[in-house]
């Protein structure tokens, strides 16, 4: 296809979503070789640039998940779904947007070594000018590949580039043109910058960017000025096992020090949000559980796992680890005949809670699709900036239990993506293993 035929093309495969959604006017606008290639700019911006390569950004395209869920589900889906199709180009402007921007839809796979795999580069952040909307959302960038680089400072000079200081470079509005995001059904499918506008920390200041790009002295390239805080490019996430480790504290309380078996207890375990400047999980909520499993172990080493007592809210059932099936929604876009769905919860044990905000799909089943996310709003248990979660435990002591110390731990685990569904798509287990992120232990005496 020519190229302008092609975005004709392209503009009405997308306009059923774009209708609803943020505008999409910078698609197929360019080529690729209106953008340097972030190499380019390594020359100079050594540090940066290695930061990038081993920050999520540069793997946005060409990450395992990242590539099953776009061509094996998404792209399908869009083929098939109407409703849908807008997805097919949607899922590239944030994910490949080298390839958004180029009208190169659908890119080719990541084995075949095109620029999309470039994921989100240097030239797109650098080179994006402001937003088409009032509050940032679903790739609403302005974009301008030009030689002029926007940054954060006003007295920088560089021999390879005009700079430009952009207040917009330095605000969370520029992160929240890619990670906030509606469904083609107007559902909020991440919302990780309108979270962080609910919470404490915007009010206090604290961007985006004072969290994830740690700030020291430095230089940001040869030949640059001494910077007392030079902007680092980490983009540490929940993909950093360090990050999510103690970013939520746990803490154990048992009703009585001493008991006999048979007896009840009564526990109290309380999590804190204290580091996490918006909810947690965010992000792609739909695949994210955070989850508090509590164990009693006796004197002998036997163990006993102890469940959370319900509090009694509307639609608490998901919240609460069960051998339920779900993600119905996969074996329809696979054509898989006879599909019995994925286990829910993957392999958190029964009775864990579990904070999550889950998405259902047009027919009320509860999905991983997010694009085919047709309600979400009744249901948000994740726990917010500065919040803290109370759990109670009422458990009675088994008549097996050995004299002696028993101890109980509460472990708070993390997991990207349900361990069902990573099993079911062969995924490197260290994409969905579960994180610990923090644990308490308390000892009490079984007389
Ligand atoms: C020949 C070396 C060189 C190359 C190549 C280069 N830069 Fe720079 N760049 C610099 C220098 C020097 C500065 C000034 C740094 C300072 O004084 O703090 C700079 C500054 C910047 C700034 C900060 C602007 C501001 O006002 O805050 C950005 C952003 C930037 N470069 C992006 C890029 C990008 C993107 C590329 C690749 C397309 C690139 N640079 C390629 C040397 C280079
Ligand atoms: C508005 C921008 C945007 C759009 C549109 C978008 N994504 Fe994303 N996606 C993101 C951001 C930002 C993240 C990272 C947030 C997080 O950590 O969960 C992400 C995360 C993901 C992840 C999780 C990666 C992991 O390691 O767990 C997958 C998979 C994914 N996206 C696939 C898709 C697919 C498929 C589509 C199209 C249906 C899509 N995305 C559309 C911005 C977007
Ligand atoms: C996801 C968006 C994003 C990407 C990708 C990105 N940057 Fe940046 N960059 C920023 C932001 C935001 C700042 C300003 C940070 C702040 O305000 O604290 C910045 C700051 C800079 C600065 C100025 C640092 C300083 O403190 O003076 C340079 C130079 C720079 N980036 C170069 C690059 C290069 C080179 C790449 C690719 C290897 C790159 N950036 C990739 C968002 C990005
Ligand atoms: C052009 C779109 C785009 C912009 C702008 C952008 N991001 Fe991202 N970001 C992404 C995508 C896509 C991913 C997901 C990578 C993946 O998992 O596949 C991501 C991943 C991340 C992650 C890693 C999340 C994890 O789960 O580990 C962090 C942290 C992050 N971004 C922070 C920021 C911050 C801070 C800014 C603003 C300075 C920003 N992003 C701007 C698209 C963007
Ligand atoms: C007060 C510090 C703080 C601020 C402010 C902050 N974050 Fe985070 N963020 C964290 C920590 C800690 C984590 C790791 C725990 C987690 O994954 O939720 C994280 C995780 C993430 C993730 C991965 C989410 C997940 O659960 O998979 C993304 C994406 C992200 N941040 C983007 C952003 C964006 C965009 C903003 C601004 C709108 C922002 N963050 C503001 C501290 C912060």
Avoid at 361 to 385: F, H, S
Wanted: hydrophobic share 35%; aromatic share 10%.
């Amino acid at each position: 296809m020519k190229g302008k035929l092609r975005s004709i093309f392209i503009v009405i495969a997308i306009s059923v979503f774009v209708a609803t959604t943020a505008s999409a006017a910078e698609m197929g606008k360019f080529k690729y070789e209106d953008f340097k290639k972030p190499s380019n700019c390594g020359m100079c911006h050594k540090e940066i640039y290695q930061e990038w390569q081993q920050s999520m950004m540069s793997h946005s395209f060409t990450h395992k998940w990242d590539e099953v869920e776009y061509f094996e589900l998404a792209l399908p889906h869009s083929k098939k779904l109407e409703k849908v199709a807008g997805v097919k180009a949607g899922c590239i402007a944030c994910h490949g947007p080298l390839a958004f921007l180029s009208g190169d839809i659908p890119p080719k796979k990541p084995s075949a070594g095109t620029r999309a795999n470039e994921g989100v580069s240097c030239e797109i952040c650098h080179n994006i000018t402001g937003t088409s909307e009032k509050i940032p959302f679903n790739f609403s960038f302005n974009i301008k590949p030009d030689n002029v680089k926007n940054g954060p400072r006003k007295d920088s000079k560089s021999p390879a580039h005009k700079t430009n200081f952009s207040e917009f470079t330095k605000s969370p509005e520029l992160c929240a043109t890619c990670h906030d995001e509606q469904s083609p059904y107007g559902m909020w499918v991440k919302s990780t910058y309108r979270e962080w506008t609910a919470g404490p920390y915007a009010e206090e200041g604290v961007r985006c960017q004072d969290c994830h790009m740690y700030h020291a002295p430095g230089k940001a390239a040869y030949g640059g000025k001494q910077r007392e805080d030079l902007a680092h490019h980490n983009f540490h996430g929940s993909h950093v096992p360090g990050k999510l480790a103690g970013a939520v504290d746990v803490a154990l309380y048992p009703s009585k020090k001493s008991v006999s078996a048979g007896d009840s207890l009564n526990l109290r375990a309380e999590v804190f949000n204290g580091k996490v400047g918006h909810m947690i999980p965010s992000g792609s909520a739909e695949e994210r559980m955070l989850w508090l499993e509590v164990w009693a172990t006796d004197a002998n080493g036997h163990k006993w796992p102890i469940p959370v007592t319900p509090k009694g809210f509307p639609m608490e059932e998901y919240t609460i680890a069960s051998d339920a099936m779900a993600y119905f929604a996969i074996g329809e876009i696979m054509d898989i005949k006879d599909f019995k769905g994925l286990k829910r919860d993957g392999n958190v044990p029964a009775g864990a809670r579990i904070f999550r905000k889950p998405f259902f799909d047009p027919k009320g089943r509860m999905t991983v699709c997010q694009w085919y996310t047709a309600e979400n709003t009744k249901l948000d248990y994740r726990i917010g900036p500065r919040e803290t979660k109370i759990e109670n435990y009422k458990w009675e002591i088994p008549n097996g239990a050995a004299k002696g110390p028993m101890k109980i731990t509460a472990n708070l685990y993390y997991s990207q993506i349900p361990s069902s569904v990573g099993e079911f798509f062969k995924l490197p287990e260290s994409e969905y293993a579960p994180l610990l992120v923090n644990s308490a232990e308390v000892e009490i005496e079984i007389k």
